[in-house]
Nanobody, 117 residues
């Protein structure tokens, strides 16, 4: 079992920045890739960014150049630095972790991000 707890969400004005964190605990040795997803009100859940255990990253086009995903394997923590935030970034953000042994994807409880003037 892996437990994920997100933090760092909040309200910010357009153009502002937030840094999300996701602390992993439990059987962390089975974790390979970790992701950030988001779900805006009335919309489907969307994959925002992915990072492999070795640090390879990928992003959805709408956040490229503005968001940066990173992980500190020593601290078992995943991050999402979000800059130049736009109202359309408003969503609940979830971190996930992929268990290479069971092929199960664990999810956190989510953290709210609101971008509004």
């Amino acid at each position: 079992q892996v437990q994920l707890v997100e933090s760092g969400g909040g309200s910010v004005q357009p153009g502002g920045s937030l840094r999300l964190s996701c602390a992993a605990s439990g059987n962390i040795f089975v974790i390979n890739a970790m992701d950030w997803y988001r779900q805006a009100p009335g919309k489907e859940r969307e994959l925002v960014a992915t990072i492999s255990r070795s640090g390879t990253t990928s992003y959805t086009n709408t956040v490229k150049g503005r968001f940066t995903i990173s992980r500190d394997n020593a601290k078992n923590t995943l991050y999402l630095q979000m800059n130049s935030l736009k109202p359309e970034d408003t969503a609940v953000y979830y971190c996930t972790a992929y268990d290479v042994v069971t092929k199960h994807q664990y999810w956190g409880q989510g953290t709210h991000v609101t971008v509004s003037s």
